[in-house]
């Protein structure tokens, strides 16, 4: 069964804090993304990858940043933590195929600026 | 850019009954995926269906059903013998076919959240 990591359930951290969330996936997925979930916006994707040092940004990603050195692994960095980015984050993977194949999310880490 | 909308920020259905929870979507391209994801409590995002836009034909799920209306630029989700196990937010999410390795994204709606009555 397909296990996307995330390394925190819940995380609270001060303003100005440089932040690491971190996802790891088991499947060799090639796909990685970085969703935020806020309630009534739907989830929003902030980057995502598709190879190992790829990255692309997505709708929202000002004030983030991603490090995919290795293919299990994508992190996304808050460099300077901010009021508005207290949210819950929501890491997903998946093979690069035609036909999609699914997305496959992890738990979501709930982050709470203060 | 492609967009999806999601009218209904709540439903609720008793057990046993059907519902239909509501999908539009907007974009240029004629090749595309589009799927409807459930969150529960857990909060564990699940894939329930999925549908190919050059298919006519509705993808179905054991209870879970779409009707697909491309013209309309609408896709709805239909849970026939609704349980209590069913309630969670729903999100429909549209993908783009195109080959380049940007077209895996998913664009997601806002979700609607469903109340099962016992």
């Known amino acids: 069964d397909v296990k996307v990591t995330q390394s925190s359930r819940y995380l609270v951290k001060r303003t100005g804090e440089k932040v690491f969330l971190e996802c790891v996936q088991d499947m060799d997925h090639e796909n990685m993304f970085w969703y935020r979930q806020d309630p009534g916006l739907g989830l929003r994707l902030i980057y995502f990858s598709y190879d190992v040092k790829m990255k692309e940004k997505g709708d929202i990603p000002e004030g983030y940043s991603v490090s995919r050195e290795k293919k299990e692994r994508f992190s996304l960095i808050l460099e300077s933590a901010s009021t508005n980015q207290t949210s819950m984050y929501l890491c997903a993977s998946s093979f690069r195929s035609r036909p999609p194949s699914p997305l496959h999310f992890g738990n979501g880490t709930r982050l709470t600026v203060t | 850019a492609q967009t999806v909308t999601q009218s209904q920020p709540e439903m609720s259905v008793q057990e046993a009954e059907t519902v239909t929870l509501s999908c539009t979507y907007d974009?240029?391209?004629?090749?595309?995926?589009l799927f409807w994801y459930k969150q529960p409590p857990s909060r564990q995002m699940i894939l329930v269906i999925r549908?190919?836009?050059?298919?006519?034909q509705n993808a179905t799920e054991n209870r879970f059903s779409v009707n697909f209306q491309k013209a309309a630029k609408s896709f709805s989700l239909k849970i026939s013998d609704s349980q209590l196990g069913d309630a969670a937010m729903y999100f429909c999410a549209y993908r783009s076919a195109k080959k380049k390795s940007s077209g895996d994204k998913l664009t997601f709606g806002t979700g609607t959240r469903l109340a099962v009555r016992p």
């Open positions: 549908q190919e836009a050059y298919k006519q």
């Open positions: 974009t240029s391209e004629s090749d595309y995926y």
